[in-house]
């Protein structure tokens, strides 16, 4: 199948001086379910305003649908729907009305765009309130309306900028459910950013992680997990332990059989490792060797967080979808503790 967006080396430069897109490059395959996963202010929004139009770019080229990004923007804008970080609905119009603005601003009228707008509002469950004003909805309401504007003229391309954040889990919950079959049913190409790694993993066929304007990891949610080597042990060192004991410890888990890599994560250390539980009693000798308190151990399958704590450094913010509570730390939810 063709690649309906192709980008290469894209750079983006705010008038302020920040490098916001530091030449990304990747392709996205007509009819896929593509996610864009990353932290605050990795560059997603960024990405997504030039690509549909709505921001200058720096340099580096974009073509979608076969349409250049410079030559003919009007080309790319009839073919896309955008729901965008900060999408507004018209809070004085009732839920219809403002599908059938968005209808009118796409050239459609007539029994076309009243039929669409009712499947719509069906869709997103938002007949009842059809004809209340918008500003009187729920956030997750406003959230679907958004996400129906961005649909109304059947867009072979959607652009949708963390959709479902902020949103309740059970509202979550149905916007994947559209979305999934949006995709499968619809044929619809879906360019979903996200911050979390749940959903990323959950809806993506393909996905890259961005982190400060570049893309760090390419592909599918299994092959970035296969990518990792193994499972993550999670340790916990004495945090008062000093720098020389804790460099001698990384040395040593390095050394182990099987251990691909030891990184230090906010709490503690992560070692990735095939057979991880044969390492375990291994590990406990080894840190008392060492004289380091070793205050818990887990082991857990590697996530996309895994994926990108490998490739940065650091851990990606925004995890936890089920109780919108601040990350857990490391260990905290994944892995039963020995
Ligand atoms: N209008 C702007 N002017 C100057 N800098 C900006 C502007 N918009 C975004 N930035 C900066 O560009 C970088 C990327 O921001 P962007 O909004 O693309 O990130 P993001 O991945 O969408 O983050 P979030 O998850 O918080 O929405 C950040 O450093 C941000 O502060
Ligand atoms: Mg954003």
């Known amino acids: 199948m063709s690649d309906i967006i192709v980008v290469e080396d894209l750079v983006e430069v705010y008038a302020s001086g920040t490098r916001a897109i530091d030449g990304i490059s990747f392709r996205v ?25 709505l921001l200058r770019k720096t340099s580096g080229s974009v073509t979608i649908g076969g349409h250049d990004l410079e ?33 009118h601003l796409q050239r459609m009228q007539g029994p076309a765009l009243q039929s669409r707008v009712e499947e719509l509002l069906d869709l997103m469950e938002l007949k009842e309130a059809a004809d209340r004003k918008a ?23 959607v652009f949708l900028d963390e959709p479902t954040t902020g949103l309740d889990p059970q509202s979550r919950a149905k916007v994947w459910g559209y979305l999934s079959k949006l995709n499968k049913e619809e044929g619809t190409t879906v360019f979903l950013t996200t911050q979390y790694l749940e959903e990323a993993d959950k809806l993506c066929r393909e996905l890259s992680i961005i982190d400060r304007g570049k893309i760090v990891a390419s592909g599918s949610p299994a092959d970035l997990k296969e990518q990792i080597g193994g499972e993550a042990i999670i340790l916990t060192p004495d945090p008062d332990a000093g720098a020389g004991a804790r460099e001698a410890l990384e040395g040593r888990l390095r050394a182990l ?22 390492l375990v009693p291994e590990i406990v000798t080894l840190f008392r060797g060492v004289g380091v308190r070793l205050d818990s151990i887990s082991l857990a399958a590697p996530t996309l967080d895994d994926v990108f704590l490998q490739k940065t450094g650091s851990r990606i913010r925004g995890e936890d979808l089920t109780s919108g509570a601040a990350p857990a730390p490391v260990g905290g939810v994944r892995g039963g503790v020995y």
Do not use: C, W
Not at 73 to 98: H, Y
Not at 135 to 157: E, F, N
């Open 257 to 278: 059989p099987g251990v691909g890599k030891v990184v230090e994560a906010d709490s503690g250390l992560v070692v990735y490792a095939r057979q991880a539980s044969r």
């Open 135 to 157: 500003r009187q909805y729920s956030g997750g309401m406003k959230r679907r309306l958004a996400l129906a504007a961005a649909l109304v003229h059947r867009p072979r391309l």
């Open 71 to 103: 030559q003919d923007p009007d080309g790319i804008r009839r073919i896309i729907g955008v729901q965008s970080q900060e999408t507004v609905v018209d809070g004085d119009l009732s839920g219809r009305k403002n599908l059938l603005f968005q209808g």
């Open 29 to 53: 395959p007509e009819g896929e379910f593509f996610g864009f996963l990353g932290p605050n202010g990795a560059g997603k929004s960024t990405t997504i305003k030039v690509l549909s139009t």
